[in-house]
């Protein structure tokens, strides 16, 4: 074989999570988020911690007592992970356990808010998924509005109403509107 020849596929199990690595000299798994994971393989288990963008790494093999500063900056990143894509743990959570995501139906808008929009009235047919990475939540139903939150793909949002093209939505703790060509009732590809 060629000593110089190089191949690997990774396949996300759960994105962002779980991979399954595969190359020429075996299989292995990762367990955490780019830059701050735990590699299960044949030569043993390795940790990996990075700052990304910067290009400053630090790997270690975990055996024999080592390896705890590893295990401490892959825990660290987890966490940091899991705070910055709390939707997607949800989610996740939910997938696993679906009673400790039940969501109540949403509280009524003011009516004059709701004036040209229609409500949305039960809590199974009001949870969507953002479709578009990146999708904006504005103060007002229209492209001038106010930017509040930019969304990720995956997010999954409360709906509210939807008037004209745009749907009233709770994304985490901030509420205003979305473009309704955005959201979606199944988990994005």
């Known amino acids: 074989m060629l000593k110089g020849l190089r ?4 396949l996300s199990i759960i994105p962002g999570l779980l991979r399954i690595n595969l190359s020429k000299s075996g299989v292995s798994a990762s367990a ?8 299960i393989g044949r030569k043993g288990i390795t940790t990996n911690a990075g700052i990304p963008g910067t290009g400053l790494s630090y790997r270690q ?41 039940q969501v109540a139906a949403p509280a009524a808008a003011p009516a004059a808010n709701m004036a040209k929009s229609a409500p949305v009235n039960t809590a199974s047919s009001a949870l969507r998924y953002v479709h578009r990475q990146g999708a904006i939540l504005r103060e007002e139903a229209k492209p001038s509005g106010k930017v509040l939150k930019k969304s990720t793909k995956g997010d999954l949002v409360t709906l509210i109403a939807q008037s004209d093209g745009w749907a009233k939505v709770t994304d985490g703790n901030v509420t205003g509107w979305m473009r309704a060509s955005t959201l979606g009732t199944e988990p994005p590809k």
């Open 7 to 10: 191949w690997q596929k990774r």
């Open 32 to 39: 955490g988020p780019k830059g701050a994971d735990i590699n």
């Open 61 to 101: 093999k975990i055996g024999g007592g080592k390896g705890m500063l590893g295990i401490l900056l892959v825990v660290a990143g987890l966490g940091w992970w899991a705070i910055q894509h709390w939707s997607k743990v949800e989610k996740f959570i939910g997938m696993v356990h679906p009673a400790a995501t």
